[in-house]
């Protein structure tokens, strides 16, 4: 047998091998989350994982060279906010900002475990002072600002350093006047902060009307799965250009709790990005190893357009 069509035989029974071995171990995964409850699989680990969509066994290997999108049927697994930057940024264009910010207990929050805990764990677990990674980088040799989020962090959620670390790069993308790209993947505003966490939708909101409607500049957002909450209800849809992941779950609340809240059924798939589409939301939906490619078309098209402002043109 060839070492291809060992894959082939592998993927086949992929499904029925991972659906016995998650029998067969679950009083051992049960007895792990006692020891430590907020504990999940990184799926950066290991050599195989199992496609979220058709439950085929993927090898890692494979899976990262092809951007993680799986070979049989198609859908876009997540993706880590280095992995996003790689996609988007030309090698050695990189100049990250505000690596060092991190967040602080002001509230002393605690529920299982202290909020002050969670964050050490989710710094070792990825490597990630928080929730988003920000610079300055050049997809195809175009100068843009840039924010990508971590779902792997807390869920991607937004706290008060998310907040500011998205407000500097505008900042500075208004005194450079230079487009703007911010890559979604987040559950909401970040419970641990409590209203600290949802201010950070109007600060966040302020400067982008500053660089949008004074400055008239370009901000595209990428909407990824999942986008909820409130980078949804903020900066998540207040892109000039909105571009979704095929498949891609954007929502402010989730199923459920629309239900609960107007007693009625809701249609299945309404929330995805493709009926988001369809409904005028969003401007386009495209594949992961195509929007590299996109974005530099639409940069290049700005770029040879002049800017409505006197003294506020871009690739001179």
Request: proline residues 3%.
């Amino acid at each position: 047998m060839s070492l291809r069509d060992w894959f082939e035989d592998k993927r086949k029974f992929g499904g029925l091998v991972g659906a016995l071995t998650e029998k067969a171990t679950k009083g051992y995964v049960f007895g792990e989350r006692e020891k430590n409850r907020y504990l999940r699989l990184d799926t950066t680990k290991g050599l195989w994982i199992r496609c979220d969509n058709c439950e085929n066994m993927l090898y890692v290997r494979f899976l990262r060279q092809n951007k993680r999108i799986c070979e049989e049927c198609g859908y876009h697994l997540q993706m880590s906010s280095t992995e996003r930057i790689e996609l988007l940024i030309d090698r050695g264009t990189w100049h990250p900002m505000d690596e060092d910010m991190i967040a602080r207990d002001v509230l002393k929050f605690y529920d299982e475990d202290s909020y002050k805990n969670r964050i050490i764990f989710y710094q070792k677990r990825t490597g990630l002072t928080d929730a988003i990674q920000t610079g300055i980088g050049k997809p195809n040799g175009t100068p843009v600002a840039l924010g990508a989020m971590d779902f792997q962090f807390m869920g991607g959620s937004m706290g008060s350093v998310v907040g500011e670390k998205i407000t500097r790069p505008i900042e500075y993308a208004i005194r450079k006047s230079m487009p703007l790209i911010i890559v979604c993947s987040s559950g909401g505003a970040r419970m641990q902060e409590g209203t600290l966490s949802l201010m950070q939708m109007a600060k966040i909101s302020s400067v982008l009307q500053i660089y949008q409607a004074r400055k008239r500049l370009l901000y595209v957002a990428i909407l990824t799965y999942p986008t909820t909450g409130g980078v949804t209800a903020s900066f998540g849809t207040l892109g000039d250009i909105t571009i979704a992941e095929p498949k891609a779950y954007i929502a402010f609340a989730g199923k459920r709790v629309i239900e609960q809240a107007l007693r009625q059924k809701i249609p299945d798939g309404f929330q995805v990005a493709e009926s988001l589409f369809d409904h005028g939301l969003l401007d386009s939906i495209v594949p992961r190893n195509l929007l590299k490619g996109v974005l530099s078309e639409i940069l290049e098209l700005y770029g040879s357009a002049p800017c409505k402002e006197r003294n506020n043109y871009y690739f001179r």
